[in-house]
């Protein structure tokens, strides 16, 4: 087994990290801005100061979110491919990956793929329109690989050393001291199309173990396992008698083609075919095309001023057995030391299935050993490979490194940005395991592929795609690729317009096509800013989390979690991400100060637990438990949770290896900085032992979560009211508790001063009431279910706020308590006298005026912009509708506008006291309004609204007397089209949408403390 430097074709487990990440670290100095990395986003280096604001305020282009951006194939228009850029400019976003996707086409003859195909003159010819429009506007555009996905390309037949592989089995069972006879069992599964050659690699027979049976799995003996391969004739037949004892089983194995295409083909003419992933061939199949075809010197001009990265979707590859290549039996054997043949019992599948089993723990450790080296191959052929071209063309590479039963984490580590997916994450830990590789390697982004919502196509709504993605940014996503955008148009479209993937198997699709389509598309710029402003705080300086989590297996896309931290640790303001083995040969794994990657996320101590992806059994490989030895006794603490006073490999062990594991354990064991328990529940107490604490804390068990970046002197905290999966219940509730936020910068003797980072308008204000002990700080967090709070701590005059350390609230009776300017504030909705203690130990009482009591508006007047099917498919119609409401109700429930859909604009009037004054002000309640609302009062606009919590501050538009309010609503398009596309929508049932309330104007009164 793996001794603690493994050697990989000359080069070791740690060099090949290394050099992996120091060549992403050097080609990232000039991609910054074209990978969306975000460096002119951050704040300085040595702490933000007066002028940063503007960067929060303001987000650039490199972090604000880009589209998912579906062509069909090259059947585009470059005029209209300018139009959608601009299009995506003009809403606020940053840039746009060109993906070949049309699953939505039922009949691809449309296409005319032989003259428009993906990869044709006019695809091309698409390609250089975006790119050149992108330079223009300073937008980033990302390129797939391939049509759809996986990665194919034209000119691979199925048979081609380049293409995909699979290893196929057939089988014929014998009794005791029977003979066979005849033509080696054929496949048990028929080669795909276009797959016209199968190699018979191998012939076995194994005696059945009935006692290795599992309920899907014929056990079978290992050591009666017989190599026949020699024995087959010329003319495919074989003969053998099985041994007078027991049942046996002849297992032929056939290597062919895959013939897998790419998702909802063809896409090109010729056909492409699925490239093996796992041998130099498939890689250089992919650059080559590239090379020879695609980048032509136009287009290899425009990459090096608007291209971003090249990306690959999840790797799903598709076999019917095991998936293959060549290079695999030599690479086990180096791998390992030993042959692969006689473990190929425990290893082939069939439909996804296991067919055979040995006794369970060496059925575990082969199938660790093969899938360990078919990780190996996958990483260095496929990913490094692809990476380091991308470099030479000053591209990046981003990609979904999941899929496969392989180190994603690794992955992770070897990306420029790694990708994850709300559609496919299941929960936040997933996140959390690329998040690991990304921060171990010293990269920067880690983005999603966001908002795929099945069924959902026109009705998803922005506030559903935020409370999604507020959790995934808690578990580091720092990117939002938005799913999606469509290309205009394509043959037998209908209105409005073609949307990639609706319908879909004749219903809606995974949601959602946004654009000028969608009545929200002109409130989207206040989503943008606000998904940019969030993207720029989560690039800054550099991730923190409080403790790693090693994974023997790095799979992601898993939804299984860590003990003790995902259940409980989170919900008490713990952080955590994981780190597989080749992780801990990054030259960033170093200890100081007791914390791991001093200089990145800086972990306060190693959580190791047995490997849940193998019925959680304590293993450790030799290599692993030397170098955890290691940070251990560089000061680092551990915990271990697990009988790993007697541990296991997770491979086959060779001669010696299981007692040299033994030793390390028991070393480690013996530090005074490690902590063995048996039981999770004992996790929290190991930790406190070894003084080890989380830099947010709270008293009791909350759904509140975080991520944590410093930069220079400043500790960034993003906190949001969210949940650990979107399909936990029950729902979210708000959330009103203190919480306490380290400083981990404070400079000694200087003074913590906390600011409000506001992700909807961009203002950054001081905090009022709070706190301070040692540097923590600890303020009051109220949230609604999905919202977000952003809480930075620094220096007085961090954010160009000139008024020094001067007092604060540490107590109110008072509603609100805000800085206003220089003056300290106090609000009331109420309280006519207000007592406030401050941090100086003065204790001050204000007098109020009066406050009227909540206005609830009595009648509104609705003007609607109903949307219709146009003479096209790109053409709407619009039908102005104007009614009196005396009580406000959801469209479905208003018969004029039952099947709506548009924009609504209410309009009511609230008079206010003659005594109406300067010291008053209010806010506007909205209460349920769905999708998206702008407020304008006397004709001025008011901030952008808080989507999960609509409630906006008013007060400085108000005066005395007859005031207009106007909310403006975007209603999203089902209803209409469950009434002109039934055959695909009317199914769906009718939404209810519109300003609902209740709403109410409620006034407080405001006066300066002192």
């Known amino acids: 087994m793996r001794e603690p430097v493994e050697q990989r074709d000359g080069m070791s487990r740690r060099a090949v990290l290394a050099a992996g990440a120091t060549v992403g670290v050097a080609a990232g100095i000039g991609l910054t801005l074209g990978s969306g990395a975000a460096a002119s986003a951050a704040p300085s280096a040595t702490g933000a100061t007066g002028a940063d604001a503007a960067w929060f305020a303001a987000p650039g282009r490199p972090v604000r979110p880009k589209f998912r951006w579906w062509w069909p194939d090259g059947l585009v228009d470059p005029d209209e491919i300018a139009r959608e850029v601009d299009q995506i400019a003009d809403a606020g976003f940053g840039g746009a990956e060109i993906a070949a996707v049309h699953h939505s086409v039922k009949d ?39 049509p759809s996905w996986p990665v194919a390309v034209p000119g691979v037949s199925p048979d081609d050393d380049a293409a995909a592989k699979e290893l196929v089995h057939g089988r014929a069972s014998l009794t005791a001291g029977a003979t066979f006879r005849g033509p080696v069992p054929p496949p048990v599964h028929e080669p795909a199309a276009g797959v016209a050659r199968q190699r018979l690699f191998a012939v076995q027979a194994a005696r059945v173990e009935p006692a290795y049976a599992t309920r899907k799995e014929t056990g079978l003996d290992p050591s009666s396992v017989v190599d026949l391969t020699a024995t087959v004739a010329g003319d495919g037949t074989l003969t053998w008698t099985a041994p007078d004892a027991g049942e046996w089983v002849l297992i032929s194995y056939w290597a062919r083609g895959s013939g897998q295409q790419p998702e909802s083909g063809p896409h090109c003419a010729p056909a492409a075919y699925v490239v093996d992933h796992l041998d130099p061939a498939g890689t250089a199949a992919v650059t080559g095309f590239w090379e020879r075809r695609l980048l032509t010197p136009a287009v290899r001009g425009l990459l090096r001023t608007a291209g971003g990265a090249f990306f690959e979707d999840s790797v799903e590859l598709e076999t019917d057995g095991l998936t293959w290549t060549a290079s695999l039996p030599d690479a086990f054997a180096r791998h390992t030391g030993r042959p692969l043949l006689p473990c190929l019992p425990a290893l082939i599948l069939s439909g996804g299935n296991q067919v055979f089993a040995f006794e369970a723990q060496l059925t575990r450790q082969i199938r660790h050993d093969f899938w360990e080296t078919f990780s190996d191959l996958f990483n260095r052929h496929h990913v490094r490979a692809l990476r380091d071209w991308a470099h030479s063309l000053g591209m990046s590479l981003r990609s979904q490194p999941y899929g ?33 590789g990304r921060d171990m390697a010293g990269h920067t982004v880690l983005s999603c592929e966001a908002g795929a919502y099945n069924g959902t196509a026109y009705s998803t709504t922005w506030d559903r795609f935020l409370r ?57 710029p206040d989503i943008a800013a606000y998904l940019g402003r969030v993207h720029g705080v989560l690039q800054s300086g550099t991730v923190r989390a409080d403790v790693a989590v090693f994974r023997q297996t790095g799979y992601a896309a898993t939804g299984i979690g860590a003990s003790w931290f995902t259940a409980t640790g989170v919900p008490l303001g713990w952080s955590h991400q994981f780190l597989s083995g080749p992780l801990l040969d990054l030259p960033n794994a170093t200890v100081s100060g007791g914390r791991l990657a001093p200089h990145g996320p800086a972990y306060k101590a190693l959580f190791v637990e047995g490997d849940f992806f193998y019925s959680s059994t304590p293993t450790l490989a030799v290599a692993d438990a030397r170098r955890i030895l290691a940070l251990a006794g560089a000061g680092l603490p551990v915990v271990l949770l697990g009988a790993f006073d007697q541990p296991l490999t997770p491979g086959v062990p060779d001669d010696g290896e299981s007692d040299r594991l033994r030793d390390l354990l028991g070393r480690l064991l013996a530090l005074p900085n ?7 529940a004992a996790v929290a107490d190991a930790l406190a032992g070894l003084g080890v604490t989380p830099d947010v804390r709270h008293a009791t068990a909350s759904t509140l979560l975080n991520a944590h970046r410093v930069s220079g002197d400043t500790d960034f905290y993003y906190l949001c009211n969210g949940k650990h999966a979107e399909t936990v219940k029950p729902a ?5 508790h203190e919480v306490t936020l380290r400083h981990t910068r404070r400079t000694r003797g200087g003074t913590t001063i906390p600011y409000l980072l506001d992700p909807w308008t961009g203002e950054v204000s001081r905090i009022a009431r709070y706190a301070e002990r040692d540097g923590d700080v600890t303020v009051r967090v109220a949230l609604q279910p999905g919202q977000v709070m952003i809480v930075a701590l620094g220096r007085p005059g961090l954010f160009g706020d000139r008024g020094g350390a001067r007092p604060h609230v540490v107590d109110s009776d008072a509603s609100e308590v805000l800085f206003k300017g220089r003056a300290l504030t106090v609000r009331s909705t109420g309280t006519r006298t207000l007592t406030t203690r401050l941090s100086s130990g003065r204790t001050v009482t204000t007098a109020l005026p009066a406050v009227p009591a909540p206005l609830s508006p009595g009648s509104w007047q609705l003007e609607v912009e109903d949307r219709y099917p146009g003479p096209s498919p790109t053409r709407t119609e619009y039908v102005r509708r104007t009614l009196t409401l005396d009580t406000l109700l959801p469209w479905s429930r208003i018969p004029e506008l039952a099947d709506s859909a548009g924009i609504g604009r209410y309009r009511t009037t609230v008079d206010l006291p003659y005594d109406w004054t300067s010291s008053h002000g209010a806010h506007l309640e909205l209460g349920q309004v769905s999708d998206t609302a702008r407020v304008t009062v006397n004709g001025v606009a008011a901030p952008p609204l808080d989507r999960l919590h609509q409630v906006v501050d008013v007060g400085s538009l108000l005066r005395r007397g007859r005031n207009v309010i106007e909310v403006e609503v975007a209603v999203p398009l089902v209803n209409r089209l469950r009434v002109t596309q039934p055959a695909v929508f009317g ?3 009718r939404q209810d949408h519109g300003l609902v309330g209740p709403v109410r104007l409620v006034p407080y009164a405001q006066a300066t403390v002192g």
């Open 108 to 146: 691809k003859s449309v296409l005319d793929t032989a003259h428009h195909g993906w990869g044709s003159r006019p695809w091309r010819d698409g390609v250089e329109a975006a790119l050149r429009r992108a330079a223009r506007r300073g937008l980033t555009i990302d390129l797939t690989l391939g």
């Open 404 to 436: 496969l039963q392989t180190d994603a984490i690794e992955s992770a580590a070897l990306l420029d940005i790694p990708e994850g997916e709300s559609l496919g994450f299941k929960n936040l830990d997933d996140y959390r395991c690329l998040a690991g």
């Open 468 to 524: 999604t993605m507020g959790g995934a940014y808690a578990a580091g996503v720092n990117q939002t690729v938005v799913h999606g955008f469509s290309y205009a148009t394509v043959p037998g479209a209908s209105w409005p317009g073609f949307a990639a993937f609706s319908p879909y198997n004749g219903g809606p699709g995974y949601g959602e096509s946004w654009g000028p389509r969608q009545p929200s598309w002109q409130h989207v």
């Open 674 to 680: 490690v902590t063995r328990v048996t039981d999770k």
């Open 732 to 736: 979210v509730a708000a959330i009103d």
């Open 987 to 989: 199914a769906v049932a």
